[in-house]
T-cell receptor, first 114, second 114 residues
Framework: EPEVTQTPSHQVTQMGQEVILRCVPI?????FYWYRQILGQKVEFLVSFYNNEISEKSEIFDDQFSVERPDGSNFTLKIRSTKLEDSAMYFC????????????FGDGTRLSIL | AQSVTQLDSHVSVSEGTPVLLRCNYS??????LFWYVQHPNKGLQLLLKYTSAATLVKGINGFEAEFKKSETSFHLTKPSAHMSDAAEYFCVVSDSGGYQKVTFGTGTKLQVIP
C-alpha cells in the first residue's frame, strides 16, 4: 500500500538555524498538509497546499514557516530561524481530495531545537 | 467551525474485555469523522472513517464506530482488547469534505492490562 514518507526521522538543530523537513506524499494525491504535535499536546494543523499554493494556514504558520513542492514529488516545510518552542513532532499528510477522502500521514519528523 | 472532544484522556482495560473510547463533535456542516491510532514513535494510522453512508462503520483490527447525529457522537469500540491495541487514539472531524484541514481531538491513551 502506498505510504507517505518523511525524512529525517529525527532532526537536531541549534536555535536560530534554518531547518527543512522533507516529505514524499502518495503519488496520485493532490492535497498536502503539515501538522505538528508538541510533546504531550494535541496534533495541530499548520498548513494545507493545493495546486502549488497554500490553500489554508493556521496562526501558528507565521513568516518563519514556508512550504514548497519543488519537483512534483517532494513537499517540504522550512523553518527559517528556529526557536526552542518549535521543538515538536511534525507530520506530513496527503489526500486525494474531494468529499470524504481521509488524509494519509507519514511517521513524522521529531525536531529538537537546542 | 468544527471541534471535537475526546472525553477521556486515559482509558485502561483488561485484555479480552471491551473497549469504548468516546468522542463528541461539533460541526457547522455534515461532517466527515475519522479515528486514527498512533503507536509510540510512529505516525498516524487511519482506523476507520464515517462519510455519511452507513452510520455503523467497521475499521481495521476489529474496531468499529457508530455515528449518532442526535448525540453528536462517534464513539470507537472493540469487543475484545488485545495487548497490541495499546496506543493513543485520535478522533478527527472535517466539515469541508476532508480535503482541507481537519481538527484533532486531544487523544485518548489506551492501556491494556494483561
Amino acid at each position: 500500500e502506498p505510504e507517505v514518507t518523511q525524512t529525517p526521522s529525527h532532526q537536531v538543530t541549534q536555535m536560530g538555524q534554518e531547518v527543512i523537513l522533507r516529505c514524499v506524499p502518495i503519488s496520485n494525491h493532490l492535497y498536502f498538509y503539515w501538522y505538528r504535535q508538541i510533546l504531550g499536546q494535541k496534533v495541530e494543523f499548520l498548513v494545507s497546499f493545493y495546486n502549488n499554493e497554500i490553500s489554508e494556514k493556521s496562526e501558528i504558520f507565521d513568516d518563519q514557516f514556508s512550504v514548497e513542492r519543488p519537483d512534483g514529488s517532494n513537499f517540504t516545510l522550512k523553518i527559517r530561524s528556529t526557536k526552542l518552542e518549535d521543538s515538536a513532532m511534525y507530520f506530513c499528510a496527503s489526500g486525494a481530495g474531494g468529499p470524504n477522502q481521509p488524509q494519509h500521514f507519514g511517521d513524522g519528523t521529531r525536531l529538537s531545537i537546542l | 467551525a468544527q471541534s471535537v472532544t475526546q472525553l477521556d484522556s486515559h482509558v485502561s482495560v483488561s485484555e479480552g474485555t471491551p473497549v469504548l473510547l468516546r468522542c463528541n463533535y461539533s460541526s457547522s456542516y455534515s461532517p466527515s469523522l475519522f479515528w486514527y491510532v498512533q503507536h509510540p514513535n510512529k505516525g498516524l494510522q487511519l482506523l476507520l472513517k464515517y462519510t455519511s453512508a452507513a452510520t455503523l462503520v467497521k475499521g481495521i483490527n476489529g474496531f468499529e464506530a457508530e455515528f449518532k447525529k442526535s448525540e453528536t457522537s462517534f464513539h470507537l469500540t472493540k469487543p475484545s482488547a488485545h495487548m497490541s491495541d495499546a496506543a493513543e487514539y485520535f478522533c478527527v472531524v472535517s466539515d469541508s469534505g476532508g480535503y482541507q484541514k481537519v481538527t484533532f481531538g486531544t487523544g485518548t491513551k489506551l492501556q491494556v492490562i494483561p
